[in-house]
């Protein structure tokens, strides 16, 4: 199978499940609100924007980590594509896992249902990726192994991050959120450094 194929599909699948989130949010009442209902109503919805921030955040950098590896594949086969089409599987569960986080807000076994989805994603695609460069039957045979391992250190970051994130959660409803907040940022700055060495190595 082309790759093409696999890439476009995939590309479409993450555009679908970042569009699916905004899609849960309660609508706003048509009749004339004053501004303390207003203000009550925005309130209440940031439980809500912050989950839908979380998840828009994570199928963001899964969609990087997405773009960056395929840019190495050059063709596919039936074993890869069905590790790819199971990250994919995930990557749509994510909305739904997101509309049960706000429905629940704080429910422990819900916590570890989104983060197992989450991760869900990355595992899969990591797991793409090595079998992909196994021997190099995937890729260019010119590839680096530095950039095979630093693409691969890149997919690690987002599954161990959901995964801590049920560790957060068994201590305490609040810090489920905090592990992602406080783990989105350093994912960015190690993939970024990740990146660089991988451009200097190119």
């Known amino acids: 199978m082309p790759i093409e194929r696999l890439t476009r599909v995939s590309d479409i699948i993450f555009a679908v499940a970042m569009t699916i989130l905004a899609l849960v949010f309660d609508p706003i009442a048509t ?11 925005l309130l209440q919805q940031i439980p809500s924007i ?38 994919l599987m995930f990557v749509v569960l994510l ?7 706000e429905l629940y807000d704080g429910t ?29 039957h995937l890729v260019g045979n010119t ?5 095979i391992r630093h693409v691969r250190q890149e997919g690690y970051v987002e599954p161990l991050i959901a995964l801590l994130a049920i560790a957060g959660a068994w201590l305490a409803p609040w810090a489920w959120s905090t592990t992602f907040i406080v783990g989105f940022p350093i994912a960015f700055l190690i993939q970024a450094k990740l990146s660089k060495k991988d451009s200097n190595v190119v």
């Open 108 to 136: 422990f076994a819900i916590q570890v249902f989104y983060s197992l989805s989450a991760a869900g994603v990355g595992i899969f695609s990591t797991a793409a990726w090595i079998y992909g460069t196994q021997n190099r």
């Open 31 to 41: 009749d004339q609100m004053s501004p303390e209902a207003v203000t009550k109503l």
């Open 95 to 101: 909305p739904y896992a997101s509309s049960l986080s």
């Open 143 to 147: 590839l680096s192994d530095e950039t």
């Open 50 to 87: 912050g989950v839908y921030i979380i998840t828009f955040v994570t199928i963001a950098f899964y969609w990087l980590n997405h773009v960056h590896q395929f840019k190495y594949y050059q063709k596919t086969d039936a074993i890869h594509t069905f590790l790819s089409l199971l990250s």
